[in-house]
């Protein structure tokens, strides 16, 4: 990356001058970001993730399970046995200015919190007030109460109601935007409702307005919606051990293929389970 001095520069002027630094406001910041992040961890001993290439791996040191650094531009969000460790190292060795390192309680709009059993749990309650805030800015009074986020038996697939007009547009891709945001962040109980509003970004009618902030309406009036991630296994000895022969159903004799390039399993195993 280089500049052809301006007349600001003096004496300079004319002169070629190559970058040292990648700043904010640069077209290629992030893709110089990413490539000192990309040799910082990899030197580190991290390397991506084959399902998802921000999150970044690693075998911890005593070999018993992985420690992992998920990032989101210049958000870093570390676990680990010992996450105090990489942070210094970040510090010490590669010079990088952390703030608001330490156990995470904030990240990408996104409460971390204990319950009194010692269960992590995840909302998203700062930014469905920063939803709030929004929806007030541009309707100027706050969501009505609703229950469920998309009133029964109706078919926006059927609304025949009045385009919106430029702004009328934007507001909805507005609503839509950080409700898809909010859904991110663990409120899956607006995926659906969402989901479907989602096709008619490009031209939304009154109706579809009108549905989106019912769904604002729902996470007022519910805001605390949140995820506990219980890591004991349950307690299935209650359930009546059944023996199926799959070798009579469509999949015959099949087998499961594991990918070459699988990372070792490590740590305790899991147990998934749906109702």
Request: glycine fraction near 8%; charge should be neutral.
């Amino acid at each position: 990356m280089y500049i052809v001095a301006g007349p600001e520069f003096k004496e300079l002027e004319g002169h070629i001058l190559i970058m040292h630094k990648a700043l904010y406001g640069l077209k290629s910041s992030g893709a110089r970001w990413h490539d000192r992040l990309f040799g910082v961890l990899t030197e580190m001993g991290f390397t991506p993730s084959k399902d998802n290439p921000g999150t970044w791996m690693r075998k911890c040191s005593d070999g018993t399970c992985y420690e992992y650094i998920a990032a989101y531009v210049d958000d870093l969000a570390i676990a680990s046995k010992d996450p105090a460790a990489i942070c210094q190292t970040l510090k010490d060795k590669y010079k990088f200015k952390l703030k608001g390192d330490g156990p995470i309680d904030f990240h990408l709009g996104c409460h971390y919190r204990r319950d009194p059993d010692g269960t992590l749990v995840t909302d998203p309650r700062k930014y469905v007030e920063k939803m709030m805030e929004t929806y007030e800015r541009i309707f100027i009074y706050k969501p009505k109460k609703a229950k469920p986020p998309l009133p029964p038996s109706k078919h926006q697939e059927l609304d025949e109601s009045e385009l919106l007009n430029d702004i009328g547009t934007q507001h909805f891709q507005t609503l839509i935007r950080q409700l898809q945001w909010v859904i991110t962040l663990g409120r899956f109980d607006v995926f659906v409702a969402t989901m479907t509003l989602s096709r008619y970004r490009a031209a939304p009618r009154k109706g579809h307005l009108e549905r989106a902030k019912r769904i604002y309406g729902y996470l007022h009036f519910h805001p605390n919606g949140a995820i506990r991630f219980c890591t004991a296994e349950p307690d299935y000895s209650s359930l009546p051990e059944q023996v199926f022969d799959w070798t009579r159903t469509i999949y015959g004799n099949a087998q499961e293929l594991i990918p070459e390039n699988c990372p070792e399993p490590l740590g305790h195993y899991g147990t998934l389970t749906h109702f």
